[in-house]
């Protein structure tokens, strides 16, 4: 029995259909991704789950237990860090992680050792009389993070949490959110950021128009399309008719000169870039950098929808 | 739900703008009446005539009358009885002409041969206040004249009629065929019943506290109210500190603009201090629940905002709080729509304030106190189930 299990979700906006036919399935430890372009259905499948949005159809159970709004004891036991900054603009950082915890835990003396454990968490020690308009954007959805984990929920709905925050406190967030699962949470985790949830996420649903499209491990879902590497060549005498040679090599299934940037995909399990550079030296041509990686989440978005993840 | 309690507190008191509005709102208003009306009870006030008497041997061979001065006089009246004369005494006209020259005096007075006193004004010396002042004078001078020139020829005519003490006391005895009677439970004040009107109008806008408070648990208002949806805990347990606090905050408030007035004018309340705490109480509480009522309804922040606005001066209008023409209007509107005028909470809160200031009694106080509870539970009722919804369509 999973965490979370969703069986036919289905939610419309009057025309818009926003979950249809949804299924979830998370287990225990596990650190969900859940990746889509934005209006894809996942802040509405979360507040779904947690009964603050009506839904047409479908059955959603938390812990093994149906989830309807008065089961506060289901939510309890769990943590809510939303996409927005959700937090009292008039109180301090550690009022603000005392409030939320509070409407968790009423045990005064747990509750402050709770929240100074929240607060060492998410680094924010030098900031607790700071109120949140004085804290940088990257202190500030520490703060909301916080605010959401000070009880120690079972389980944690990140809904992008890294949303207009600089790398380096996005590296901290994802670091803080792969230690909580250390500790015993189980995570659900919302983004459009493909490399996120690359980094951090044991499993991934791809979702666009509230319908999964993918669901499997990292390497699973790369996987499903057919490309093994993406090659960049930057030539010093770009020639058009090098295109049609290079296409021309049985592994490449796409070839394109942007400028002077040659950009070709190559099959899974093929060379590579080894046979392209040899045809290049062979017909005379110089090249300058060559770079190749291989296939990201949004080539498997592109492949699936025809579409950027971020268009 | 204490710390909610606690929380609802903290977050109303430092919204700087909006505490700093309520508290500044009466004070300010207050101050301004008290600048233009502090003078009007003052001005209605009955100072002592400033007269100067020559005393001089007719005047002290008249019969009775430098005892009836000294008794109507400033320094020398009895105790509980009002001042008439502020007087000054010389020796001879010409101090007393001088004494004109040099002083703010109405006039003076002299006895000649006869007996009979004579109150002089010099014209050259006259100001707005002269004639009602020597009209007092001169009441007071004829009364005496009046009783002396009795007096005298009852003592010529037949002396044995003082041996009737009836009739000494009927001679002795000032006869008045008046009854004086206040018609305010309290001596007449113009500046109280305006700071009662400004105090009503600081309750009116207690509105904004609560309508803040409900904001900000409401799931679809804004990221905080939704995230504090989304707890392990019922609304209910969320929704009665917050009001509960915005109660309190209200009430706060209110003690300040009360505190204000009351020490640092130096306004009295005729004793009923009890009542004008307890009105300024059930007020707040009512409209509390109002604002609570405004804020659950499903409409945007900017929406409700302007709402409060216009129910302020809405309400205030129909309480008559803007002035003769508010007042016409509202006793209009109470006697054509007795139950709107009934459900007007501002009305509710003046009507206690009036009842406290023209009656004595604590009837109409107590009618409009009820009508303040009243309503406050009909907006507890209201808010309750419009705020009862747990799962929305959409955010």
């Known amino acids: 029995m999973g965490v979370v299990e969703i069986h036919d979700l289905t939610k419309r906006y009057k025309e818009l259909v926003a979950l249809d036919h949804f299924n979830l399935s998370i287990e225990k430890g596990e650190v969900f991704g859940l990746l889509g372009p934005n209006g894809s259905g996942k802040t509405t499948a979360i507040n779904c789950m947690l009964q603050l949005l009506t839904y047409d159809r479908g059955t959603i159970e938390l812990f093994g237990e149906t989830m309807s709004?008065?089961?506060?004891?289901?939510k309890r036991r769990i943590g809510i860090v939303p996409q927005n900054m959700a937090v009292f603009d008039t109180l301090s950082v550690y009022e603000n992680i005392d409030y939320f915890c509070s409407l968790y835990v009423s045990d005064a003396n747990r509750r402050k050792a709770l929240v100074e454990e929240a607060i060492d968490f998410v680094g924010l020690g030098d900031y607790r009389k700071f109120r949140p308009r004085k804290l940088s954007g990257g202190l500030a959805r520490r703060l909301n993070i916080a605010c959401g984990i000070a009880h120690k929920p079972e389980l944690i709905f990140f809904d992008e949490p890294t949303v207009a925050v600089d790398p380096q406190s996005r590296n901290a967030i994802l670091e803080g959110i792969q230690r909580l699962n250390q500790e015993g949470s189980t995570v659900l985790y919302t983004s459009h950021y493909?490399?996120?949830?690359e980094q951090i996420c044991t499993r991934i649903m791809i979702l666009d128009h509230g319908q999964q499209l993918a669901l499997g491990t990292n390497s699973e879902l790369k996987g499903l399309v057919d490309i093994g590497e993406k090659v960049e060549i930057e030539l010093a005498t770009p020639d058009q008719s090098v295109v049609a040679a290079v296409q021309a090599l049985p592994h490449v299934t796409g070839v394109s000169l942007e400028g002077d940037v040659l950009k070709l995909t190559c099959l899974r399990g093929a060379r590579g870039v080894g046979e392209i550079l040899d045809l290049l030296h062979g017909s005379g041509l110089t090249y300058g950098r060559v770079y190749s990686e291989p296939p990201t989440l949004n080539d498997v978005f592109l492949a699936i929808t025809g579409k950027e993840l971020r268009d | 739900m204490g710390i909610t309690f606690i929380t609802t507190v903290k977050t109303l008191v430092r919204q700087r703008d909006t505490l700093l509005w309520a508290i500044a709102f009466p004070l300010v208003l207050c101050t301004l009446i008290y600048a233009m009306l502090g003078n009007l009870d003052e001005a209605y006030a009955l100072k002592p005539v400033e007269i100067v008497?020559?005393?001089?041997?007719?005047?002290?061979?008249?019969?009775?009358?430098?005892?009836?001065?000294?008794?109507?006089?400033k320094d020398t009246v009895a105790e509980g009885d009002t001042a008439i004369f502020d007087t000054t005494y010389v020796d001879s006209d010409e101090a007393a002409?001088?004494?004109?020259?040099?002083?703010?005096y109405t006039g003076f007075i002299t006895v000649d041969a006869t007996g009979q006193p004579?109150?002089?004004?010099?014209?050259?010396?006259?100001?707005s206040t002269t004639g009602t002042n020597a009209s007092i004078v001169k009441i007071v001078l004829d009364q005496y004249w009046q009783t002396a020139s009795l007096v005298g020829a009852m003592a010529q005519t037949d002396p044995s009629l003082f041996t009737d003490p009836a009739l000494l006391e009927r001679l002795t005895t000032e006869v008045s065929y008046t009854q004086r009677v206040s018609v305010t439970a309290n001596p007449p004040s113009d500046s109280l019943a305006y700071m009662?009107?400004?105090?009503?109008?600081?309750?009116?806008?207690m509105m904004s506290f609560a309508l803040a408070a409900v904001e900000d648990i409401q799931a679809n208002t804004s990221a905080l109210g939704a995230r504090r949806s989304l707890a392990g805990q019922s609304k209910a347990r969320t929704l009665a500190p917050a009001i509960a606090a915005s109660w309190v905050v209200g009430f706060g408030?209110?003690?300040?603009?009360?505190?204000y007035v009351k020490f640092a004018f130096g306004t009295s309340f005729g004793g009923k201090d009890p009542a004008v705490l307890l009105t300024l109480a059930v007020g707040v509480l009512a409209m509390t629940f109002t604002g609570a009522f405004v804020g659950s309804l499903p409409i945007s922040s900017g929406a409700k905002s302007?709402?409060?606005?216009t129910l302020s001066c809405f309400l205030s209008l129909f309480a008559g709080l803007y002035g003769p023409f508010a007042q016409d209007l509202a006793e209009s509107a109470a006697e054509n729509a007795p139950l709107f005028a009934l459900a007007n909470p501002a009305r509710q809160v003046t009507q206690a304030f009036h009842a406290l200031y023209y009656y004595d009694g604590y009837q109409q106080f107590f009618q409009a106190i009820l009508a303040l509870l009243g309503l406050a539970a009909v907006f507890f009722v209201l808010s309750t189930l419009m705020l009862r919804r747990k799962r929305y369509a959409s955010l």
């Open chain 1, 69 to 74: 709004p008065t089961r506060y004891d289901l």
């Open chain 1, 194 to 197: 493909m490399e996120e949830v």
């Open chain 2, 53 to 73: 008497v020559v005393d001089d041997a007719a005047y002290q061979a008249t019969t009775g009358l430098p005892e009836m001065i000294t008794a109507l006089s």
């Open chain 2, 97 to 104: 002409r001088q004494a004109l020259t040099d002083g703010d």
């Open chain 2, 118 to 127: 004579a109150f002089h004004v010099d014209a050259r010396y006259a100001s």
């Open chain 2, 196 to 205: 009662y009107s400004a105090l009503a109008f600081s309750v009116i806008m």
């Open chain 2, 253 to 259: 408030v209110q003690l300040v603009g009360y505190s």
């Open chain 2, 306 to 309: 302007g709402i409060t606005a």
